[in-house]
């Protein structure tokens, strides 16, 4: 039994920003890697980042430079944070969590629009 729970999603203007977080809660052991990905209407699902147990970390190169994965082990939560956004940022974000299996959260929408 292990919940995701994604919030920080909006509408926000071109050049802006916004923070999306996704908390792990649960029949937890451990988390390995955690990762966001986003789909956008018509469009496949794709990477945006993922942090792996020991930190390291990988972005989409659409997204370097400006977007910031962390993580806060004590909290089981990973966080997004998105600078500089786009209008071909928007899409329904998703957080995913490995333990010994995959767990996707609900998605969050984020929409940038001028």
């Known amino acids: 039994q292990v919940q995701l729970v994604e919030s920080g999603g909006g509408l926000v203007q071109p050049g802006g920003s916004l923070r999306l977080s996704c908390a792990a809660s649960g029949s937890i052991f451990s988390i390995n890697n955690m990762g966001w990905y986003r789909q956008a209407p018509g469009k496949q699902r794709e990477l945006v980042a993922d942090i792996t147990g020991r930190g390291n970390t990988y972005y989409a190169d659409s997204v370097k430079g400006r977007f910031t994965i962390s993580r806060d082990n004590a909290k089981n939560t990973v966080y997004l944070q998105m600078n500089s956004l786009k209008p071909e940022d928007t899409a329904v974000y998703y957080c995913?969590?490995?333990?010994?299996?995959?767990?996707w959260g609900q998605g969050t929408q984020v929409t940038v629009s001028s």
């Open positions: 995913r969590v490995l333990t010994g299996e995959i767990h």
